[in-house]
């Protein structure tokens, strides 16, 4: 059971920091094509 709670733990983790660092890229992108 535990590495099966590790590996959904891992995935989830991964899922949120795609979620997260997504709009943030897109963000600074924009911001950065905005001052140039």
């Known amino acids: 059971m535990g590495n099966l709670d ?3 733990i891992a995935q989830l983790t991964v899922v949120t920091l795609v979620l997260v660092a997504g709009p943030v ?3 600074l992108l924009s911001v950065r ?4």
């Open 33 to 36: 094509k905005g001052n140039l």
């Open 6 to 8: 590790l590996k959904i």
């Open 25 to 27: 890229i897109v963000f």
